[in-house]
Nanobody
């Protein structure tokens, strides 16, 4: 199993960015996928999940209305569209497979918010 995130970089406050996570080594369509983030010196914060079975999505209150998770099963890819970014969003973003727990993680992609 491999998860590879991309799309991070520098973005201005209020700007937008789309992260991608390409999966391999398992049947992508059978699993929900999460996005999780971690700010420097802080713990992990769950951001969003796209459930494979129901097709439902859920978001942390801190990003609800600003972030959108989506997936393309044909490309084995999950996305995170981030709009209206705030300085509090300068973090490392990880994607993680949803099994009974988050059993596989990518190495992360860094998003820096700066004017």
């Amino acid at each position: 199993v491999q998860l590879v995130e991309s799309g991070g970089g520098l973005v201005q406050p209020g700007g937008s960015l789309r992260l991608s996570c390409v999966a391999s080594g398992f049947t992508f369509s059978n699993y929900g996928m999460n996005w999780v983030r971690q700010a420097p010196g802080k713990g992990l914060e769950w951001v969003s999940i796209y459930d494979s079975g129901s097709g439902s999505t859920r978001y942390a209150d801190s990003v609800k209305g600003r972030f959108t998770i989506s997936r393309d099963n044909a490309k084995s890819t999950v996305y995170l569209q981030m709009n209206s970014r705030t300085p509090e969003d300068t973090v490392v973003y990880y994607c993680a497979r949803a099994a009974a727990y988050m059993d596989y993680w990518g190495k992360g992609t860094v998003v820096t918010v700066s004017s």
